[in-house]
């Protein structure tokens, strides 16, 4: 590309470079070079009748809701995980299964998800292909469509590579209520799976633990494996991921919420091995460990078999167990029995989890 | 997890709380010395399960809270300067100074980056020539061998913009201190088995003769915790004054020779200002004059500056166990980990946090804490 331009020097103006390989300033412009990036990259992994209209907006068929007596679950988060690629996915399959994850927590099914990318100048677009198709894989394993987008170019440095947002939107059947203000004295709690994989798999990649591990992020659309929960269990009163903060911070906003007790038995919680072993040389605790591809289950003592059995079907819920149990007081506290048989608080995180020093 | 579950095996535990009981006539007064004993204590909620006879007392070995006002505020004055890396645990950037802690330093535009190893801060130094790099090497003596590793390497490396700002303290002075004291209720010590792991348990005989102290060396499981107590109780009910090593997987009399030369290549002792408890003599490191040039102090010229402590903050009676964390005014109302007001809030290692963290319901209930 440059030797062509320098031939044309002096003759004619130099054709403008394409930048085919990474994002200029230019892609962010709304003109042809945002069109070509949108036709190129953006609509072979999204296409769908709403998308492809080409409106503003997306005009969406939503299940019959006057007849069926539903409402929706409308919920939007943004993600700026660094690195951009980790053990066990990426920014793209985080994004679409952070959202339809939190979309599910309602007990919805989740319907269209929206898109906002920002790029930073000079990402490559191979990068932004492989996070598209990533999205594209989660949303077709969610069953769910991405109607909408949008995409913004900053100045190199104002982003750290891509960031995305995304918002979903999805139908609650009518008679359900489900919410973290449910939980009732007599409820047990129930957790689908290991505590702590996506966030020590995310400092993994980042190289800051200073040592190799195996360990995968779990991040992975839920809402099949509530499906199946709801099924077994119609009663359910809390579905809730733990994500930032992790379950010891999540189980807190439930009882706050709820105005109840959880009681906690730390031998029930599990920990897989490499992060168990992550967590001890780092003095990090695995309750305070961000997962993308769990939830926590709250609900009447006679479905909670009903309701594991259902989890331990799906790929994600192998590991489902009952951890707990909701008590009426201390309200709005979080107790846990501890390995050899004290209790304590198990309270918020305050500010950032640090390692230790000695 | 081998070397790990099997020293958090309930029934393990709960015998040797059993032979607690048993052995035990009359109260204790018993003193962990490290801060990360008194949170494995009150994160297994081991102090519940102890007999009422016992009192654990909770000691000065948290390296955060025992680094000096002066220090933290020498180290707020370089990482604020242009075209220098301040370089940190993270636990040392929540620490209040007299003025904002090194996380406002931070926020305002100050480049201070959290290090897991200070061989990384050497990393950042090479990576940066036109930068000057200083790392805040603070800790008792389990840190003191990889922060004096950085320095030989640094000057093998032959690198003219790395430094430490040094506030290392060591465990036997703070000992002599708190059992000189008049107020001192002391009857035992469980001596830090990490320190222990570096430093053996040869400097200990001494301390235990003077003060006819039975000292236990311990370490940070459930179990370790329980059987240092028991062997520390036998000591008290028969009347016996000894140093014994109950964490003999980790920790030999002599302790690590390797680590211990590293420490007398690179530093010597020093008198040090421990924050909330004052001057001990000789009881901290410095550089040798052979490396004043990695000297932080010395390469920004700070000389003397004025401090200011919260008047609130008790972290001194704290520090040396004459005041639990819960009967400061200020705990859990003022004083909280996301607003600490003194330094055992703050830490990992810290009391005040410990207490926050993990104290049983009841006592936080009553206490009117949260």
Known sequence: ?358 | MRFIDEYRDAHLVKGVLDEIRRTITQPWVIMEICGGQTHAIMHYGLDQLLPPEIELVHGPGCPVCVTSLELIDKALIIASQPGVIFTSFGDMLRVPGSKGDLSSIRAAGGQVKVVYSPLDAVRIAQENPGKEVVFFAIGFETTAPANAMSVVQAQALGLKNYSILVSHVCVPPAMHAILSSPHSRIQAFLAAGHVCAVMGYWEYPPIAGKYQIPIVVTGFEPLDLANGILMAVRQLESGKVEVQNAYTRAVTFEGNQAAQAVINKVFQPVDRQWRGIGLIPMSGWGLRSEFYEFDAERRFNLGQIQTRESPLCIAGQVLQGIKRPSECPAFGKQCTPQNPLGAPMVSSEGACSAYYRYSSAAEQLNSGGL
């Open chain 1, 1 to 358: 590309m440059n030797q062509d331009t320098s031939i044309l020097e002096g003759s004619v103006c130099p054709v403008p470079l394409q930048h085919k390989d990474q994002i200029v300033m230019g892609h962010g412009s709304g003109g042809r070079m945002t069109h070509e990036l949108i036709q190129r990259h953006f609509l072979p992994h999204f296409a769908n009748e709403a998308l492809l209209t080409g409106n503003d907006a997306a005009c969406l068929q939503l299940p019959d809701l006057a007849n069926l007596q539903g409402r929706l679950s409308l919920s939007t988060d943004s993600y700026i995980v660094s690195p951009l690629f980790f053990q066990g996915g990426d920014i793209g399959r985080l994004a679409v299964c952070g959202t339809v994850n939190d979309v599910s927590m309602l007990g919805a099914t989740p319907l269209y998800l929206t898109a906002g990318f920002i790029l930073e100048e000079g990402l490559p677009v191979e990068i932004l292909e492989k996070v598209l198709s990533s999205m594209q894989q989660a949303a077709a394993e969610a069953n769910v469509k991405i109607v909408a987008g949008d995409t913004k170019v900053v100045e190199k440095g104002k982003a750290d590579g891509l960031f995305i947002n995304t918002a979903g939107l999805g139908w609650i059947p009518a008679g359900r209520q489900i919410g973290g203000e449910q939980a009732l004295p007599g409820d047990v709690v129930l957790l689908s799976g290991s505590m702590g994989d996506h966030g020590i798999a995310v400092l993994a990649a980042r190289g800051e633990l200073g040592f190799e591990t195996g360990v995968q992020s779990d991040v992975a659309p839920l809402n099949n494996l509530i499906h199946s929960v709801l099924s077994a269990a119609p009663h359910v009163h809390v579905l809730r991921d733990p994500t930032r903060g992790g379950l010891a911070t999540t189980l807190n906003e439930i009882a706050s919420q709820s105005r109840v007790n959880i009681l906690l038995d730390e031998k029930n919680i599990p920990v897989l091995t490499a992060v168990r072993a992550a967590c001890e040389m780092l003095g990090f605790d695995p309750l305070y460990i961000a997962n993308e591809g769990k939830v926590i289950v709250i609900l009447p003592p006679e479905e909670a078999e009903a309701a594991l059995t259902a989890m331990r079907t799906s790929p994600y819920g192998a590991l489902a167990t009952r951890i707990g149990e909701v008590k009426s007081s201390p309200a709005s506290r979080v107790l846990l029995k501890t390995l050899i048989g004290g209790t304590r608080i198990l309270d918020l995180l305050a500010g950032e989890m640090l390692p230790r020093i000695c």
